[in-house]
């Protein structure tokens, strides 16, 4: 089992910056794909971005392409995303994710380990 546990959640203003972290426990962390996803009010749970066990792989939906950056820090056993040039329509619970697959994928049913997920609200 994995536990994971997000933090960094929080009101900024569009254009603003925050930094999001999810530490990892329990079974080994380093050989997992990490993800990120997101859920606005009503709206199904979307994809936002993954990264290899290595870190050397990483994917992110089209919308956050430029703007958000996936890394993880296997000593510390915690996965981040950077988070710039917020926008309103980022608003959302956002969750991580663990994976063991070899090949990280971006369908949310498919990963096997949730977070509680943190708030990021963004104004206009």
């Known amino acids: 089992q994995v536990q994971l546990v997000e933090s960094g959640g929080g009101l900024v203003q569009a254009g603003g910056s925050l930094r999001l972290s999810c530490a990892a426990s329990?079974?080994?962390?380093?050989?997992?794909?990490m993800g990120w996803f997101r859920q606005a009010p009503g709206k199904e749970r979307e994809f936002v971005a993954h990264?290899?066990?290595?870190?050397?792989?990483?994917y992110y939906r089209d919308s956050v392409k430029g703007r958000f950056t996936i890394s993880r820090d296997n000593a510390k056993n915690t996965v981040y995303l950077q988070m710039n040039s917020l926008k309103p329509e980022d608003t959302a619970v956002y969750y991580c994710?663990?994976?063991?697959?070899?090949?990280?994928?971006?369908?949310?049913?498919?990963?096997?380990?949730w977070g509680q997920g943190t708030q990021v609200t963004v104004s206009s």
């Open positions: 994710a663990a994976d063991p697959r070899l090949v990280c994928q971006t369908v949310v049913a498919l990963w096997d380990y």
């Open positions: 329990g079974r080994t962390f380093r050989r997992y794909c």
């Open positions: 990264i290899n066990w290595s870190g050397g792989t990483t």
